[in-house]
């Protein structure tokens, strides 16, 4: 893959996908800039070499073609206050306009485009329409790490329409692979992984690699219950995979087997119903009331999960320990970010992974106190399993 610093966009109109797929409130403002300002060092590199821009991106979710709230002329105000210069929007990234505002894009300027999901042909990864993205410009920029993994259009499919030697990784996204090949290739030990969230089959392919390779591995959310009926207890109203169960006791067996300290969580925050103004208590995990839910770590865990966090080297965290986005069922959640926060502070390399956990992570406060944030949940997880990016592979 070539890199952005091995190239000179002198004279360049570079078409750069970039991951502007960022969360807005019910008055369409931004809530979290993160992927805006990921994405400025590679756009600045552009034009200090005297190169122009086109944007690329997705937003959102859209069915059926344009819609306000995933237009991307709601990020034009916010990228001219990143950029300190005029974004130009040219609207339909097919239309007439677009490709004319493209054409006589002059040196130093930046155009945006709107969302490529307004079309379907862009999640179908369809060849002539990235064929058609591919007029845009005469050399193509990769810098959406948080889309590498899905073979969509303008992430995997439009680079073939250049040739090898304009087909470049963003800043953005050789950090983020240089700072997972630094977890996953040159860990410092203690090693610790937390791992959180909903679902153990989402992070079934993540948990198997990291038990070659980390020394602890903290189990939290609901999918911590699916492990504690593997043990033979009882969760109540908890969130619970039953077609998992067999997979949880397994997964525990192999981290005996070879020697990692799988800690799942020994209490619970518990609430007799999904909402914040629910009642409220303490209990073990293997001892939940029938009526009763458990929605975050409990005390206990808190204390014995900071503490492992706390004294390690290297750590990975991926998932929050309860529903953070309820005040009453928050604290599990911050305590492993202070803890995280802490051991960076004292030495260690934190990588956080995205999604959830990088939310948590800047809503807590604690972003410029751990190592690196990544911006990509699903693209980080892929990339840890040891599975190919469709998005890196096709820069060749």
Do not use: C
């Amino acid at each position: 893959m070539k890199t952005l610093d091995q190239y000179n966009f002198a004279g360049h109109r570079a078409v750069v996908r970039v991951d502007f797929n960022v969360p807005l409130d019910d008055e369409l403002r931004i809530t979290d800039d993160t992927r805006i300002r990921a994405a400025t060092p590679t756009i600045r590199k552009i034009l200090a070499d005297g190169g122009s821009v086109v944007l690329l991106s997705h937003m959102g979710r859209p069915k059926g073609g344009p819609d306000k709230k995933n237009s991307l002329r709601n990020l034009v105000l916010r990228l001219q206050q990143e950029y300190g210069q005029e974004v130009k929007f040219g609207g339909d990234v097919l239309g007439q306009e677009a490709t004319d505002m493209a054409n006589n894009l002059q040196p130093g300027e930046i155009l945006l485009l709107d969302n490529v999901r307004f079309y379907a042909e862009e999640e179908k990864g369809d060849a002539a329409f990235a064929q058609q993205l591919a007029r845009l410009g005469d050399v193509y920029v990769n810098d959406a790490f948080g889309a590498a993994h899905r073979r969509h259009a303008s992430t995997a499919v439009m680079a073939q329409y250049f040739g090898p030697e304009d087909r470049v990784g963003g800043y953005l996204l050789q950090s983020e692979l240089d700072n997972a090949q630094k977890v996953l290739e040159h860990p410092e030990h203690p090693f610790t992984a937390i791992m959180g969230g909903a679902k153990i089959s989402d992070k079934i392919e993540i948990i198997e690699r990291l038990l070659d390779k980390v020394d602890n591995l903290l189990i939290g959310g609901a999918m911590a219950y699916t492990f504690s009926v593997a043990e033979g207890g009882s969760i109540g109203n908890s969130l619970l995979e039953a077609d998992k169960v067999d997979l949880a006791a397994s997964l525990i067996q192999k981290a005996k087997d070879k020697g990692v300290n799988l800690v799942l969580p020994g209490d619970s925050i518990i609430a007799t119903r999904f909402a914040n103004d629910a009642d409220i208590d303490v209990a073990g995990n293997h001892t939940i009331p029938a009526t009763w839910m458990g929605l975050d770590i409990g005390p206990e865990s808190r204390e014995i999960f900071a503490d492992i966090i706390r004294n390690s080297k290297t750590i990975l965290w991926n998932g929050p320990m309860g529903v953070f986005e309820m005040s009453n069922f928050s604290l599990g959640t911050e305590y492993v970010a202070r803890a995280v926060a802490e051991a960076t502070e004292n030495g260690a390399y934190s990588l956080i992974g995205g999604g959830d956990s990088a939310a948590a992570v800047n809503q807590l406060g604690f972003a410029d106190r751990v190592s690196y944030i990544s911006t990509g949940g699903g693209a980080l997880l892929e990339y840890m399993e040891g599975k190919e990016l469709p998005g890196v592979a096709a820069l060749g």
